[in-house]
């Protein structure tokens, strides 16, 4: 059951680092383009602290990740990546970054959102903590779109500028737990693009083997409770008119 048909649609992914939509709802974006949808991504960080290497600097971590970024992008059939540029690991909620969110909303005017799951504090059965980034932009994209991006009076600079309100009506939560989503997308036919588009995050995967066996591992599971082969789970809000 995946029950959306991405034709003509427009999509837009906010993740904090480069790499996390990917991993996100990297054979989601896909199979949205795909079909004919207008995917882009926003991306809060680019991720320069993504490095135990001690010949890395910040600087150039930054530009690489951005560089990898678009290339798994173009793989993954993104129209337009965007980036804030705030610093890896000092992500926070505030209203500067809802704002940035509000007006890319406004100037894109998507049909569905994707994001992180602010919910999704630790895991227990991994002993997992989710990174604070990640909590962050889950926080600051759900606050953008409902209410900021839909009233009038939130950042009337916008109107100014020619971007109007814009009502969200489909967000897409990605699930790193399968068994608490309540949306599965069939990506069988997608799975492989996801795993080259990962392969291009060389700074960050290292071991593409392990890497694939994991994704491959999730996918099945979420297969399982989607009734597919693969899958990628969401906790899906479909928001009132
Ligand atoms: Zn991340």
């Given at each position: 059951m995946d029950g959306i048909n991405f034709k003509g649609k427009k999509v837009l992914v906010v993740g904090a680092h480069p790499d996390d939509n990917d991993f996100g709802a990297g054979a989601t974006v896909a199979k949205a383009a795909r079909q004919g949808a207008e995917v882009i991504y926003l991306i809060a960080?680019?991720?320069?602290?993504?490095?135990?290497?001690?010949?890395?600097?910040p600087e150039r971590l930054s530009e690489i990740r951005k560089k990898e970024q678009e290339d798994a992008a173009k793989v993954l059939g993104v129209r337009e990546v965007h980036f804030l540029d705030y610093v890896d690991g000092e992500l926070i909620p505030d209203i500067r970054l809802k704002e940035q969110i509000v007006k890319s909303i406004r100037r894109h005017r998507p049909d569905i959102v994707f994001t992180m799951?602010?919910?999704?504090?630790?895991?227990k059965s991994f002993g997992m903590v989710n990174h604070s980034d990640h909590r962050a932009i889950g926080e600051a994209t759900l606050d953008a779109c409902y209410p900021l991006a839909r009233?009038?009076?939130?950042?009337?600079?916008h109107t100014r500028e020619g971007l109007n309100p814009h009502k969200v009506k489909d967000l897409l939560l990605y699930s790193f737990v399968p068994e608490n989503a309540n949306f599965y997308v069939d990506v069988t036919e997608t799975f492989d693009m996801k795993l080259k588009a990962l392969s291009l995050h060389k700074t960050q995967v290292g071991d593409m083997q392990r890497v694939e066996k994991r994704m491959r591992d999730r996918a099945e599971v979420s297969g399982r409770l989607g009734r597919c082969k693969y899958a990628e789970s969401f906790v899906r809000l479909q928001l009132p008119e």
């Open positions: 960080t680019t991720g320069q602290r993504g490095s135990s290497d001690e010949n890395m600097t799951d602010p919910s999704f504090f630790y895991y009233d009038l009076m939130s950042f009337p600079e």
